[in-house]
């Protein structure tokens, strides 16, 4: 029997495949193997990058998933694919659990939502109430908010700089 969760991930799985690909992202390959223990006891082929894996191992199963009708899911931990790769051939996301620093998720899906991504993507965030998930999204949501006005702040004294250089001149 799976947990609510990976049900509730099954039955987004089950209603998109085979019409779409979609990247499965998760910080433990204990997830990424309940997944894929679903996935073959309905029939569904897929591709799995994890961090065990050579170079040629990974590359192959980027070529499987881009490449193959049959293989519509891809399996990575968001570390392994979080950064430097083009998968813009997928239209749904699913991120099993959130990630104590929220710009790991962001360069996940970004691997998806690039510049030559034709189509809406989809992107499923699990996070199980009552549990320690919600305060790590409680902290994402925190680490966003004091970037942004790290960020407003550098860039309303970059244009006060540039005034007072004008003045200068």
Not at 119 to 141: A, G, K, L
Not at 154 to 164: C, F, G, K, R
Request: net charge negative.
């Amino acid at each position: 029997m799976f947990s609510t969760k990976f049900r509730a991930f099954l039955s987004i799985i089950l209603g998109h495949i085979p019409q779409e690909k979609g990247l499965v992202f998760s910080a433990w390959t204990k997830s990424l193997d309940i997944v894929a223990e679903m996935l073959h006891q309905h029939n569904i082929s897929f591709a799995r990058v994890d961090g065990s894996m050579s170079i040629p191992q990974r590359q192959q199963a980027f070529k499987r998933f881009k490449t193959s009708k049959d293989v519509n899911i891809l399996l990575m931990t968001i570390g392994t694919g979080s950064v430097g790769l083009n998968l813009s051939i997928a239209t749904q996301v699913h991120i099993l659990e959130p990630s104590w620093n929220p710009m790991v998720e962001q360069q996940a899906i970004g691997r998806v939502v690039r510049l030559g991504q034709k189509n809406p993507v989809v992107i499923t965030r699990y996070v199980m109430r009552d549990t320690v998930e919600e305060s790590v999204v409680s902290c994402q949501d925190f680490k966003l908010k004091v970037a942004m006005n790290g960020f407003e702040r550098s860039s309303s004294e970059e244009s006060s700089d540039d005034m007072e250089m004008e003045d200068d001149i």
